[in-house]
């Protein structure tokens, strides 16, 4: 069953450093998703991305945050200069299309010291 | 705006016992309801959902009906098994402009053989 994955599956970074979280959604998906987690807290989008754009997006995906889909296959979440207030668990999703379902990876844990 | 609020956890039930996870929500509009699961080290899986009023989502012996008197969506087994250990998480979608899932906090669920 095709899956949407996820590298690393664990990122540490120093503040101030940039990161990519990389992705890449099921194949003939063509909404994709970034969502996070910060440790004991709930699942909160950031932002949604379709046709080579983003489409909606937080109050937390503000400058320091951007999206690309380089290749036709990944989707990156980059994090320009990460925060400590950065760290937590980064989901990536996709969704066929509009009304289905939204089927997330396992997840990058960003640790920011 | 758009919350949802779950029962607290954690939750711990001895196997073959009955379960419930209350979940109420709040939208602007007429939101679809899901159910996610996540078991230890993996990412969002969809458990069930429903798109309209008095619909029942079921999958895996989980059930949960779509009440819009009540605003609620709770989550249901009959008899819950050791593997079914996880965190538990209800969500609501408004299709539209605003594709995103909005979570509640998750419950921990524990089952002990």
């Known amino acids: 069953e095709p899956e949407v994955t996820q590298t690393p599956s664990h990122q540490v970074t120093q503040m101030g450093q940039e990161v990519i979280l990389r992705c890449v959604p099921i194949s003939n998906h063509l909404y994709f998703y970034w969502y996070r987690q910060i440790l004991g807290q709930k699942v909160e989008f950031l932002v949604s991305?379709?046709?080579?754009?983003?489409?909606?997006k937080s109050e937390i995906f503000d400058d320091q945050f951007s999206v690309e889909r380089p290749d036709g296959s990944n989707f990156t979440l980059k994090i320009r200069s990460t925060k400590l207030e950065d760290s937590a668990m980064y989901f990536c999703?996709?969704?066929?299309?509009?009304?289905?379902?939204?089927?997330f990876g396992p997840g990058t844990r960003l640790t920011v010291t | 705006g758009n919350s949802v609020t779950q029962m607290e956890g954690p939750v711990t039930l001895s196997e073959e016992a009955f379960l419930t996870i209350n979940c109420t929500y709040t939208a602007t509009g007429y939101p679809s309801l899901f159910w996610y699961v996540q078991y230890p080290g993996e990412g969002l899986q969809l458990l069930l959902k429903?798109?309209?009023?008095?619909d029942k989502g079921s999958n895996k012996g989980f059930e949960a009906t779509y009440r819009k008197e009540t605003t609620s969506f709770h989550l249901e087994k009959g008899s819950v098994q050791v593997s079914d250990s996880a965190v538990y998480f209800c969500a609501l979608i408004l299709y539209g402009s605003a594709r995103q899932l909005t979570f509640g906090s998750g419950t921990q669920l524990t089952v002990l053989p």
């Open positions: 999703a996709s969704e066929k299309d509009i009304a289905f379902e939204q089927y």
């Open positions: 991305f379709y046709n080579n754009e983003i489409s909606e």
């Open positions: 429903a798109t309209k009023a008095d």
